[in-house]
């Protein structure tokens, strides 16, 4: 089977699927912020969230329901700020997901990245982890919403965690982030091969 990548390019589509794995799961995740509420673990993402109160009209009180879900509506995400980060990381995400396809197709077909294409790849991975990396740097801002000081005691703010901590799932997508803007734009630069110069 012919390939347009080099040995470096072949490391690079591996790393770039890798790290747009771990960018996108992190970012679907609900665990980017873990606190508790009613006795019970609560967690958030951007756009989801587990465990939540609701009113119990048998018992005339508010109870926790246990479960992960996304919110009703876009609206319903509990800040303005959250709601860019989603928007922001989501299309990061989506930039990274589309080079690291493209890269691994390029293990398959001949002279589908070239040289310049694997550089104009590296500067798409590098728009997609600064997107992501605005959006992790954004998260922080929305926890003086409502919903997260229930959680974290109203003692939380903007930066301030109170007694909430960071989860996984943040870690996970800057880490991706990361990686893909560090490495992948790096190596991006190495992974084409040399076009075939052509009579006609």
Known sequence: MASSLTCTGVIWALLSFLCAATSCVGFFMPYWLWGSQLGKPVSFGTFRRCSYPVHDENLQM???VEECGRYASFQG??????RICTIV?????GLLLLVALTALM??????????TVGRVAGAIQFLGGLLIGA???LYPLGWDSEEVRQTCGYISGQ???G???IGWAYYCTGGGAAAAM??????ACFSGKKQKQYPY
């Open 135 to 137: 959006g992790c740097a």
């Open 62 to 64: 508010m109870v926790m």
């Open 159 to 161: 930066f301030d965690l």
């Open 163 to 165: 007694t909430c901590e």
């Open 89 to 93: 990381t989501g299309l990061g995400c």
């Open 106 to 115: 390029g293990c398959c077909v001949s002279e589908l990245i070239s040289r």
């Open 77 to 82: 995400i509990p800040s303005t700020e959250w």
């Open 182 to 187: 560090l490495l992948c734009t790096w190596l």
